[in-house]
């Protein structure tokens, strides 16, 4: 059977700032999919990481399907109604148009599909991250893809060992998708030189070089590109298939043990490291640290199990203390340096009148 994966995520509101949606917003959501998606979508599950609600959904209507977007904006718009009545920090903030114009891409929410013929078992996960970018998702996915210091199965499954096909997007780039196509091994070096710049190029999607099919979509929406002004990170969410043909699930995820510094946290304008959470974790320490959570299903037939929490382990209560510690380190350095992103990530926020102001004040010394 021929199955779509939808998967489709938003900040509309939140309690205390930027912590956790309400429980009436998530059950709104909820309620909407599986009433406007009768007849449409097989099965649908609606969860949250940090502030973001996360709507997964199965169907076989390809990717961007038309009803199935609409009927996501639709969730996100009645939930942002009673986000408003609540009185929801951020009520909204992810929905950058108000009206739906036949695609969610471009408007606001994180977006990452795949269509795929099932197999006889089908296990995939379903990333979600908070207070960070789409490039959070370049070196684990680069491990875990493509080198077998993370991989073993790259060098002990056949089915593996032609490697992956990386699609990588120049995110920066906004009169359209700007794309390149590189295949790892061989261009191994090419994908490393593109992935290490995390705010520019990104992984939109992997492709197994031994059947073609697909093993990872990522959504690579960048907010400030639709605004033109800082209205909140990106939080990305990926899809991965995992098993057989592609990666078994414990490389997928032991890369993720490294929490790696990625851009974030507080006012999306620091470095911090990402911490693997639980499902439905709040953030908190300094509107962070920048988290991401792992659910792992099995579909037959387009229809879910219930999800299998990855992160809840007594393993990752380990690299959350080694996280924690690495958080607090760079956080003590304040706004100095590497703590604090660059000037160039920054001049959507209000720094650029700051900078204004204070370009003005400048003078030539005389004499010299």
Same mark, same amino acid.
């Given at each position: ?9 938003? #900040? ?12 009436? *917003? ?25 502030? @973001? =609600? ?11 399907? &038309? ?27 992810? *929905? ?16 990452? &599909? ?44 056949? $089915? ?16 359209? /998708? ?8 061989? #261009? ?7 992935? %290490? /710049? ?6 939109? !999607?992997?492709?197994? %070089? ?63 490291? *990402? ?11 300094? #509107? ?20 299998? @929490?990855?992160? #809840? ?8 203390? %080694? ?17 604090? *992103? ?8 209000? =720094?650029?009148? $700051?900078?204004? !102001?204070?370009?003005? $004040? ?7």
């Amino acid at each position: 059977m021929k199955i779509t994966l939808s998967f489709i995520k938003a #900040d509309i509101g939140s309690i205390g700032g930027h912590i956790q949606p309400s429980q009436a *917003l998530l059950d709104t959501v909820r309620e909407v999919v599986e009433r406007e998606g009768k007849g449409l979508i097989i099965d649908s599950y609606v969860g949250h990481t940090g502030d @973001d =609600i996360a709507i997964l959904m199965t169907h076989t209507e390809g990717e961007n399907c &038309e009803k199935v977007h609409k009927l996501a904006f639709d969730a996100f718009m009645e939930g942002t109604e009673v986000a408003k009545k609540q009185g929801l920090y951020g009520a909204g903030q992810d *929905l950058l148009k108000d009206s739906f114009s036949g695609n969610v891409k471009g408007m606001g929410p994180a977006v990452a &599909e795949m269509e795929f013929e099932e197999r006889p078992n089908e296990p995939f996960l379903a990333f979600a991250a908070d207070k960070t970018d789409p490039g959070a998702y370049n070196l684990p996915f680069y491990l875990a893809f493509a080198d077998p210091m993370y991989c073993s199965g790259l060098i002990l499954s056949p $089915k593996m060992s032609k490697g992956f096909t990386f699609d990588i997007m120049d995110v920066e780039y906004t009169e359209g /998708d700007r794309m390149i196509r590189l295949n790892a091994p061989e #261009d191994l070096y090419d994908i490393a030189a593109l992935l %290490r /710049d995390q705010e520019r190029f990104v992984i939109e !999607k992997i492709y197994s %070089r031994e059947t073609g099919d697909i093993a990872v979509s990522i959504s690579t929406t960048r907010l400030r590109n639709i605004a033109g002004k800082y209205t909140g990170k990106d939080d990305p969410i990926a899809l991965v298939r995992v098993q057989g043909n592609f990666p078994a699930t414990g490389e997928v995820l032991a890369p993720f043990s490294i929490g790696h510094f990625v851009a974030g946290f507080m006012r999306g304008s620091h470095n911090g490291p *990402l911490m693997p959470v639980k499902k439905n974790s709040p953030t908190s320490y300094f #509107d962070g640290p920048p988290i991401v959570s792992c659910l792992g299903f099995c579909v037959k037939d387009g229809k879910l199990t219930e999800p299998a @929490d990855v992160f #809840d382990h007594p393993y990752w209560d380990y690299v959350r203390d %080694r996280v924690s510690q690495k958080a607090e380190e760079i956080r003590r350095q304040g706004f100095f340096g590497p703590a604090m *992103l660059p000037y160039s990530e920054l001049e959507y926020g209000g =720094i650029v009148e $700051k900078m204004k !102001k204070l370009d003005e $004040k400048f003078f030539i010394r005389e004499g010299e």
